[in-house]
């Protein structure tokens, strides 16, 4: 893929989200359903946010995209989220996984492993720690998890080998969100550039990166071309917020605002080969 094609891909499914308005389900944590919920409606996407199990195929049967994240987990929880992929396959329903947390708690990356392994995801994205995390539960030598509750105490750059491993066996996308974000299927790998050091004072960003990129890879020619969009668009947007926000309360809303003026060709520039 040359990077004029690439650019091209990433702006179309921009614009196709934008047109076709994909329904996201999102199994997501109480700390985030708002944020996520208003992400989505502000990126021109249609949030769901329910965990019953009784109604997990009858929604899934109408969603266009299912977010799984582990934020707030414990077993009832997990049991839906379990539920919820095999739904998400029987209907064709693409799946990204937040494995949020993983190696602060045996039951984090234990639960993010299983739901690597069993619902099958089209894109894992977190932060470089919880990459890292889910790397090492797989055994991977090369790799060493550190986290911080769910902040990341490493850069994206320390997990892009993880990233590929993980892309590979998991034949899946890995999508790293840090200064930088490295968005790999385990032969290309992406780089998206931009957004804001306020976007870490925000609870929730990176769950919401994780709900917006199930917007786009529910429109997108592949996950790859989607997780980027994804990753282009909130860059974009935190970079435009940023320059008028006087800390992390302005610039909350105004994030949510460029979200919604976002023009999809100004991400294209954003996004570049490595």
């Known amino acids: 893929m040359d990077i004029a094609s690439l650019r091209q891909d990433v702006v179309s499914a921009a614009l196709d989200m934008r047109r076709t308005h994909p329904l996201v389900h999102n199994i997501t944590n109480y700390v985030v359903m708002q944020i996520s919920a208003n992400v989505l409606l ?15 195929d009858d929604l899934l049967s109408l969603a266009s995209a299912l977010v799984l994240n582990i934020g707030t987990l414990d077993q009832s929880w997990l049991s839906s989220m379990r539920t919820a992929g095999e739904c998400a396959a029987r209907h064709g329903v693409p799946v990204v996984l937040d494995p949020v947390g993983a190696g602060a708690s045996r039951l984090r990356t234990g639960a993010s ?3 690597l392994k069993n619902a099958h995801p089209a894109v894992l994205r977190g932060n470089a720690s919880e990459i890292l995390a889910v790397a090492a539960a797989e055994g991977f030598s090369h790799t060493a998890a550190a986290t911080r509750g769910v902040d990341s105490t490493q850069g994206s750059n320390e997990a892009l080998a993880a990233a590929r491993d993980l892309a590979r066996r998991h034949d899946c996308v890995v999508s790293v969100s840090g200064e930088r974000d490295y968005i790999t299927d385990g032969e290309q790998t992406v780089v998206v550039s931009g957004g804001s050091p306020l976007m870490s004072r925000i609870t929730g960003m990176g769950c919401s990166a994780s709900a917006l990129t199930a917007a786009h890879v529910a429109c997108a020619a592949s996950p790859l071309i989607g997780a980027v969009a994804a990753m282009a668009a909130m860059a974009e947007a935190g970079e435009e917020a940023a320059r ?3 800390g ?3 610039f909350l809303s105004a994030f949510l ?8 060709q100004r991400i294209a520039p954003r996004v570049s080969l490595l």
């Open 257 to 264: 605002d460029a979200l919604y003026l976002l023009e999809p």
């Open 42 to 56: 502000a990126a021109g996407a249609s949030p769901l946010m329910a965990h019953a199990p009784e109604e997990l």
């Open 244 to 246: 008028d926000a006087k």
């Open 113 to 115: 492993l299983e739901l």
């Open 248 to 250: 992390p309360g302005s």
